[in-house]
Each structure stands twice: as C-alpha cells, then as structure tokens.
C-alpha cells in the first residue's frame, strides 16, 4: 500500500500505437485516425480501464494523462501527423512537469503505451524517435515503463530507452488489459523501490537478445505449437530471483525495417539472472524455427471456396479468411479481388444458393446510393480500389439493399447489399469485423450462413467460436501471407524465413542494455 504520508508518485500516460505496412499504398495522414484521448479522459478510456477510480492501482499514484492514440492497423503514418500528435504529447508532458515543479514535486514515471511496429514516412524506428523527444521533455531521470504488442519491433535503442517493457502473451490477444496493467504495476513497485532505497536505488538491466525470424502471427499464434510452449515459458523466466518482467516479440512481418526481427527481452536486476533468462528464451525460440506453420488449413482462393462448397452441413459455417487484406494487419481493407472473385462464381448467381457473408469493401459512394434509395430497393453501385488497386479495380455490383447502419466507431455507415446469394458488406469508411454483433446489427445471421468470408488473419475468439470449419486464403494485398513475393530489401540477412540455410547459427548471447541515465554504447547487433 501506499504511504500515508508522502504524497503519491506523479505517473504520467502517453503514447501513439499503429500497426503500419509498408506494402500498403494507404497512409495514414489525419489525428481523428487515432481517435486520440486525452487529459484525464485516458483513464476512462477501454484501454486504460483497470486505472478506474475505485481500483488499487489508481491509489498507489497520481495518474496523469497526456495522449494516447491507438489507430486501426494501416498504412504509413505521414511526418507531418506524426509531428503535430508528438508535439502535443510533448507539450502536454511539459505541462505536467511544470505543475509537478510549482508543487514542489517531480514527475515520477511514465507509462508509455505503443504498439511497436509504428512506420513514420523517414524514420527507421518511430517508437524511439517518440520517446527520445519525450525524454527531452521529462528528462532521464524518470523512469518508464512501456507496454507493447508481441507483434512489435524492439530496437536495441528502444530498450535502452525505457527502463521497463512488456508485451503481450497470446495471440489472438486476449490479454490486452493485464499487459497494460502489468506494465503500470511494475511501473509503481518499481517507484516504490527507488523511494526505499534512496541513493543506492539502481535501475533494472535489460538483457536484449535479436533472432533473425520474422514470421506472420499466422504462422505464431499461441493457439498452437510451437508458439504456445514457447511463451508458456515465459512466467517461468519471470518467477527466476532476480528477474521483473520476460517477454518475447515476434515482430511485425508487413514493414520493411532494419529493427523488424524477434526479441527476447528480460529485465531485472540480477545480471546473472536476467542473462540466462532471456538467453533460455533465445534457445527455445531458435530450436522450433523451423516450426512454425499456420494456425489454420490454408489454400487458395478457388481452394478455399472449393472446399466450403464440398463441406457437409456439419461444418457449416464454413469461415474463410481473405488474409491478404486484412485491416487489423495494416492492409487497407479496399482490395476488391476477394469479393470479385467470389461473384465470378456461379454457384452464388441465383438468391437460393449457397449463402455466403462477405465483410466488407469501402465504398462511400455506394453507401450514399443505397442511403438513399433505401432498404428493399435494387440498385447498381461500384466500390473498393480507392486506395489500393494494385490486385483489382474498383466492383460494380446490381444487387438489393438488405440492411443499413449508421454511427459505427470505424464504418460510420454500413450497408449490405444482396447480390445472387452473396450478401455483400459494405462500409462509408474501412471496418474490421470481429464479433458477432458485427454481422447481427446488419440482420445478418453468420451462425446460419453456409460459408463467411472476413478480412482477416487467424480468427478472433468470437469468430473462431463460430466457425465449425476455417481455411486461411492466401490471398493478395498488402498484408500478403506470402512474405517472400512482397519484396522486403532493407530487413537484416540472414532472416528466416527469407534465408532457409544459416552459414552459421545466430549469436543468441544477450546483451546488457545499462539504464536509460547511461550512454548506450556498442552495436545495435
């Protein structure tokens, strides 16, 4: 518990996460993108519930809120916005030290809340660009703690640079919130230890070892080995005396950067400890390599949809991820080669074939004319390829409006348009769709439908818990499964699995990364 009677520790909130391709041709250009919080509105905010007013961990600090802002997976971020949303995390970071100051007080800490795989048009390593102007700002001698995605890129400077860094466990991610928790407590019981110790406090050690695999989450969920034994060793290395916190990035396969690479991050203040920890980590990552596969069947196009047709009535619905567009990965989600390739066919022609759900191309212009003619009406629109028409043009489609929504988060306006036995979602603005209600709010029923077809990667847990059957298209886009036809020239080699064959096998030695107050020295390798 906290002491009643020095004040709390002042823990300030900021950041800017995006998962950003480098394969797509969208970029990502406007602050509203980041749906931005600010103020003391972060700790109301979903991704910093746990810090709510009556919890623990809002008592044992005073929480500050500058920025944080969490874009859905796109393109690159241009300077310019990435310049303007720094900046005011800056200035508000400023604020804060100065209201610190006239109090008599200090700022403590800072949680940095990212992402990690955050490209900048310039940059080779966004998320350090961001926190070294911040600790400009705030100085080095606050400590921080940052909390990150497993599918993020830690650089050698960027671990130099915080003093903490977690990440998280599962993929699909179902551990958001203690992530982000865990990083906040060890954040305060790491101020809680300076202010014991005094002037003998010293600062943990990071110990930091690269490997030279840069996989797809696909092929790394947690789901299935050999990711799932692989990070089910991680709280055992975190049980280790000596040892704060283990992670294990996998990194983020769609940008094309130097930093782009797995981790093995363990941080403590036993040299020892924190050494053979992340290099137990390295070893057991290193040994299954060669193992990783996808988390699902996969196929071709025309072999997934040949596959769902031929299924029985058992493994209906039948789930189909369009994998190469998938929004949540960074594609632009406008590809239309998906949905122009699933009305080719002739088997959905007619309204008593197969029934199949599409989730979904953009399209504000059809949207506006189904807006306007209404539900029940036919009409002709065309949709998709605004962005990126690198794989096919825009659609034109004839078919019956069969539902219309407005306000969504993402969408705005959603609209399904009937067309043969495709029912067709279509968005003013691009959507993931990820839940049931996603479908159910469009009056549709995914759980009756014969085949559903979603942009996107491995299946979320309410879509995974619906399918009774699921294949993996290995379809284009920017997010394309297909890692070597992308083009990567600028990530380090040898790299799995660009590189099959290893002259020699990695250094998989970790190096100690002294503390945020010190002088990194050395190579970033």
């Not at 025309?302 to 299924?311: F, M, N, P, R, T």
Request: proline fraction near 6%; charged fraction near 25%; glycine fraction near 8%.
């Amino acid at each position: 518990m906290s002491s009643s009677t020095a004040p709390l520790p002042i823990i300030a909130i900021a950041g800017l996460a995006i998962e950003t391709s480098t394969f797509s041709p969208q970029r990502t250009r406007l602050p509203e993108q980041f749906h931005p919080y600010r103020g003391n509105d972060i700790c109301n905010d979903k991704y910093a519930s746990f810090l709510g007013p009556d919890t623990q961990l809002r008592k044992e600090a005073d929480w500050r809120g500058a920025l944080i802002g969490h874009a859905l997976p796109g393109g690159v971020v241009t300077r310019e916005l990435f310049d303007t949303l720094g900046s005011e995390i800056c200035s508000r970071l400023l604020e804060i030290v100065l209201d610190a100051k006239k109090q008599g007080r200090k700022l403590d800490g800072l949680w940095f809340d990212i992402h990690g795989a955050m490209v900048v048009e310039g940059l080779n390593d966004a998320e350090f660009v961001l926190l070294d102007r911040i600790r400009k700002v705030i100085g080095d001698d606050v400590l921080v703690s940052a909390s990150m995605d497993l599918h993020g890129n830690v650089s050698r400077e960027l671990a130099h640079g915080c003093d903490l860094i977690s990440c998280y466990r599962t993929a699909p991610h179902v551990d958001v919130k203690e992530t982000k928790e865990r990083a906040c407590w060890n954040l305060v019981d790491l101020l809680r230890k300076r202010r014991k110790e005094g002037e003998d406090f010293k600062r943990p050690l990071n110990a930091w070892v690269p490997i030279p695999v840069l996989l797809p989450g696909e092929q790394t969920s947690t789901r299935v080995e050999p990711a799932k034994r692989l990070y089910d060793a991680v709280p055992g290395v975190e049980k280790m005396d000596g040892v704060l916190d283990a992670s294990i990035w996998v990194g983020y396969a769609w940008a094309d950067e130097p930093r782009n690479r797995a981790v093995i991050l363990v941080t403590g203040w036993d040299e020892n400890a924190v050494t053979k920890g992340a290099e137990k980590l390295a070893r057991l990552f290193w040994d299954v390599h060669e193992e990783f596969h996808f988390v699902a069947k996969t196929g071709n196009y025309k072999e997934c949809i040949d596959a769902a047709l031929k299924s029985g009535k058992s493994q209906r619905p039948f789930f189909i991820s369009d994998s190469g567009d998938n929004p949540t990965a960074g594609g632009s989600g406008d590809v239309t080669w998906g949905l122009t390739k699933l009305l080719e066919r002739k088997e959905f022609k007619n309204e008593d074939g197969p029934t199949v759900i599409y989730a979904s191309v953009p399209g504000p212009d059809a949207t506006d004319v189904a807006v306007k003619a209404g539900i029940g009406s036919t009409i002709t629109v065309t949709a998709g390829a605004m962005v990126d028409n690198l794989h096919a043009g825009p659609i034109t489609m004839t078919g019956r409006v069969h539902a219309i929504k407005h306000g969504d988060k993402y969408a705005n306006t959603e609209v399904v348009l009937q067309v043969g036995s495709v029912y067709a979602i279509l968005t003013e603005l691009r959507k993931p769709y990820h839940l049931e209600k996603d479908f159910t709010d469009l009056d549709l029923k995914p759980r009756e439908a014969d085949i559903v077809i979603v942009k996107i990667g491995y299946l979320e847990p309410e879509l995974y818990d619906m399918a009774e059957d699921w294949m993996l298209g290995l379809t284009p886009g920017g997010v394309d499964q297909d890692l070597e036809r992308l083009g990567h020239h600028r990530i380090r080699r040898p790299m799995y699995p660009f590189d099959k064959k290893f002259e020699q096998e990695p250094d998989l030695r970790a190096r100690l990364i002294p503390a945020a107050n010190e002088v990194l020295g050395g190579s970033d390798e």
